[in-house]
């Protein structure tokens, strides 16, 4: 029976560390993710700051994402009050700063 007892605890004490190992590393990712995200953007307003516009394609070449990110990132800016978008929908909108 006490055989039987150290197995169970053996065996919680080593999906406990792997849960622990798990949430560490998550935390690392989305801590690296968040400073990705805020060079990014970066990279656009520094780009905004020498150029008079820019449009969903330049964000996309500027920093290697897609373009589903690229939009992200511009609604993000402009929900911050940093740029103004011009144009509704499609290849003429573009992009300048506030």
């Not at 970066?42 to 905004?48: H, M, N």
């Not at 920093?63 to 800016?77: F, G, I, K």
């Amino acid at each position: 029976m006490n055989y039987l007892i150290l197995i169970i605890m053996g065996g919680l004490g080593v999906w406990l560390g792997f849960v622990l190992a798990q949430r560490s590393r998550s935390g690392n990712l989305i801590a690296s993710q968040s400073k990705a995200k805020a060079t990014n953007k970066e990279k656009i307003l520094e780009f905004l700051g020498e150029n008079e516009k820019i449009t969903n394609n330049n964000v996309e070449k500027l920093t290697d994402m897609s373009n589903a990110t690229a939009e992200r990132y511009l609604n993000d800016l402009e929900k911050e009050g940093k740029i103004t978008q011009h144009g509704k929908i499609g290849q003429g909108v573009f992009y300048t700063l506030k």
